[in-house]
């Protein structure tokens, strides 16, 4: 048995103190997860102390098979979820062919590191952050999006395609790009 191991049997037992290690030991990438969701750190901390309360209170579901920090994820990507579709009425938008088949150079990726970026998504109106997070870092189909979402698979679509042309739109503002060349990539 593994030191993890315990400290989640003991979890699922109670104990206050192994609560305490397991939240030690998690909470750093836990609020990078909540922070990708949230428009701002404090809804990211919210978000973080209402994920743990479920790691705890569903803490003696978890089976021992797998990753027991990906099931953790898991429950913060969904508690996250949830508290965006009380707060945000989604409005669906079908046609992502106004939005289809703009990219950015690699040379302008390149000047752009992983804070900056986490910051621009974190501008995001709410349901295309959440759209291009599920898409993008966890790696969901549109399909699965939009049954977590209660949203179309099409709106799926729609939303990261209208949250990529954004986010292009504010990296080359932000890199001093010409307007007539951010115009170009929205329209």
Known sequence: MTDLDDIIKKCSAGDRKSQSLLYQRFAGKMYGVCLRYSKDATEAED??????????????QFQFKGSFEGWMRRIMVNTSLEKFRKQNNLYP?????????KQLSEDLLA???????????????????????????????????????????????????RARVILQKKVYEKFGVERSKVNNIIC
Do not use: C, W
Request: no cysteine.
């Open 47 to 60: 978000n973080l102390q209402e994920g743990f309360i479920r790691v705890f209170t569903k803490i003696d």
């Open 111 to 161: 000047q752009i590191n992983a804070n900056e970026l986490l910051k621009l998504v974190q501008e995001l109106p709410a349901r295309y952050r959440m759209v291009f997070n599920l898409y993008a870092i966890e790696g969901f189909s549109h399909k699965e999006i939009g049954e977590m979402m209660g949203i179309s698979e099409g709106t799926s679509k729609s939303n990261l395609s």
């Open 93 to 101: 938008v079908e046609d992502i062919t106004v939005y289809e088949g």
